[in-house]
């Protein structure tokens, strides 16, 4: 998405922009105020997604600078591009496992940033995920979390017998779950990963994306598959963050009847144990639409705590015309669900179906 960044700026500098201190926006990296450790949980990570998502999306990732007085500064990475109806928006930096840990201040600057952004009609919406301080617009997502710290009976207590039952009956047919290299099997998974999305309406990230994180971030990224014989079944790619692990991204054969199991609940039980045994301390399987009761159950059924998540969001007020009922919304949807990728590379780099991943 091309970007007049200087009319950007030159509105947030003007007398007339209701800042008291010093806002400006970049695309370059190297002109940050403070993109340092005390941003992030783990810089390691950050640096190395950030750079990858910079690679494979160079028109698209922003960055987003306040500097005010008495030497206190931060810059906030966010990512420019056109939603599933082509509006220009603003969104924390997508695919993000892990956001950076804002102070209640910083929320209230970026606030009033965003707003004046969105108000000017420079981009038609902004989300951002939030942490208890501030209150968003939203709140239709669950989060679901597995404490991994505790001793492994307990652990195993938690998951519904139906669960234990099925993965019981899947390694008796033959079913079995291994730990692969994403950088060694990325044809593998991407392949799974893209028929999975196309299944649910999703347009898929490049390959290039997932090449990139899987050298970068080699030690942060963990692999699984389910097989049958020589067959693959399904993914499932975890990403670490210090002590915690993300259930991040999913593939799945759909060329398989209704009657197969793709061996999803088999993954999962089984990168319990294994991530336990590797230290990590708690198992974060995404978020969750409210809509999505079935996948909401999914998640449930391994003993998951279920977490409100809260995005603050900033709208601009003419929705209607938009709305997935109408004529232009159905096609819209019908377009996200079919078109090829190139399609999506045409159309602004990148399209992405809004809070669907991650």
Not at 184 to 195: A, G, I, P, V
Not at 209 to 231: A, P
Not at 292 to 317: A, C, N, T
Request: charged share 20%; aromatic share 12%; hydrophobic share 40%.
């Amino acid at each position: 998405m091309i970007l007049d960044l200087v009319k950007i700026n030159k509105a947030l500098s003007s007398t007339n922009s209701e800042f008291e201190y010093e806002v400006y926006i970049t695309n370059d990296k190297q002109k940050n105020s403070c993109l340092n450790h005390q941003t992030y949980t783990n810089f390691h990570f950050w640096s190395c997604w950030i750079n990858s998502i910079e690679k494979v999306f160079p028109r698209s990732l922003l960055f987003i600078n306040i500097i005010i007085p008495e030497n206190m500064a931060f810059t906030i990475p966010v990512f420019a591009v056109r939603d599933i109806y082509f509006r220009k928006i603003l969104v924390s930096l997508p695919f993000t496992p892990f956001l950076p840990n804002l102070q209640n201040n910083q929320m209230l600057y970026l606030q009033k940033v965003t707003n004046f952004l969105v108000k000017k009609r420079f981009f038609h919406d902004f989300i951002y995920k939030i942490n208890d301080y501030v209150k968003g617009d939203t709140n239709d997502y669950f989060l679901h979390l597995i404490n991994l710290d505790d001793e492994n009976k307990v652990i195993k207590s938690r998951i519904k017998p139906a669960v234990k039952k099925s993965c019981v009956r899947l390694s008796k047919i033959g079913y079995r779950v291994i730990e692969s290299d994403l950088s060694t099997n990325l044809t593998s998974f991407y392949k799974l990963y893209r028929l999975n999305n196309k299944k649910h309406g999703s347009p898929s990230l490049p390959k290039a994306f997932f090449s990139e994180i899987s050298l970068s971030l080699k030690d942060e990224c963990i692999l699984y598959f389910c097989k049958k014989g020589t067959k693959l079944l399904s993914c499932s790619l975890f990403l670490i963050n210090e002590s915690e692990a993300l259930y991040a991204y999913v593939g799945t054969d759909t060329s398989l009847s209704r009657s197969h199991d793709p061996g999803h609940k088999l993954i999962i039980s089984h990168a319990i144990q294994q991530l336990k045994s590797k230290g990590l301390k708690s198992l974060n399987l995404g978020k969750t639409s409210i809509a999505h009761d079935g996948l909401i159950q999914f998640k449930r059924s391994f003993g998951s705590e279920q977490i409100p998540l809260q995005y603050y969001s900033v709208k601009l007020g003419r929705e209607s015309i938009l709305k997935k009922r109408s004529l232009f919304g159905s096609t819209i949807m019908l377009i996200n669900r079919y078109a090829p990728s190139i399609v999506y590379d045409l159309l602004s780099g990148m399209q992405i179906k809004l809070l669907s991943s991650q």
